[in-house]
Nanobody, 124 residues
Framework: QVQLVESGGGLVQAGGSLRLSCAAS????????MGWFRQAPGKEREFVSA????????NYADSAKGRFTISRDNAKNTVYLQINSLKPEDTAVYYC?????????????????WGQGTQVTVSS
């Protein structure tokens, strides 16, 4: 089992920045690729970004390129998502997931473990 706990969400004005964190415990963190997904009200969960188990490879949704940066610290068992120039359409619950494949995949069903999510609300 891998337990994931997200933090860092909140209410921010458009144009602001946030750094989300996802702390993992349980099995060896460095064996898992990590991903961030988000779900807005009334919408399906969508891929945002992923990072391979070593951190050498990253993957971004088109909507995330240029404003979002994923990173990980295997010594701290934590993955991060830096979001700059926030827009109201970024408002969603952000979830992190752990993927045993080790690859930075965008395939939602491929993730083995999920956190509870952290709310990001961007006001205009």
């Amino acid at each position: 089992q891998v337990q994931l706990v997200e933090s860092g969400g909140g209410l921010v004005q458009a144009g602001g920045s946030l750094r989300l964190s996802c702390a993992a415990s349980g099995r060896t963190f460095s064996n898992y690729a990590m991903g961030w997904f988000r779900q807005a009200p009334g919408k399906e969960r969508e891929f945002v970004s992923a990072i391979s188990k070593s951190g050498s490879s990253t993957n971004y949704a088109d909507s995330a390129k240029g404003r979002f940066t994923i990173s990980r610290d295997n010594a701290k068992n934590t993955v991060y998502l830096q979001i700059n120039s926030l827009k109201p359409e970024d408002t969603a619950v952000y979830y992190c997931g752990a993927d045993w494949s080790g690859y930075a995949r965008s395939w939602y069903a491929g993730y083995d473990y999920w956190g509870q999510g952290t709310q990001v609300t961007v006001s205009s």
